[in-house]
């Protein structure tokens, strides 16, 4: 083999060896920005969770109010009732001896 021949086949290995490190950089780089978008979707989703724990606590906590409301309404519910229960006890008894 001659010194041309030889510098050509190491040339030639040389084009080889660039063009393998262009594509190894480029897969690199886009293993990058890969990364970097899946670390922005995860900031993301991690203040959506934050923020619907928050919308969680505060619907519990009215969901709370609104069954104390309940619990008041029903208990003015039955006084009411044993109210009127006892008026229309007391009227049919008045009515019951003739008064």
Do not use: N, P
């Amino acid at each position: 083999m001659t010194h041309s021949e030889k510098l050509d086949a190491a040339l030639a290995r040389l084009a080889g060896a660039l063009g393998q490190l262009e594509l190894t950089v480029a897969l690199k780089l886009e293993d990058d920005l890969s990364s970097a978008e899946l670390e922005e979707e995860l900031a993301i989703m991690q203040d959506d969770r934050g923020r619907l724990a928050l919308d969680l606590d505060a619907a519990l906590a009215r969901v709370s109010g609104l069954e104390k409301a309940r619990d008041e309404v029903l208990r003015r519910l039955d006084s009411a009732g044993a109210g009127v229960a006892a008026a229309l006890g007391s009227a049919s008894a008045l009515v019951g001896r003739g008064e």
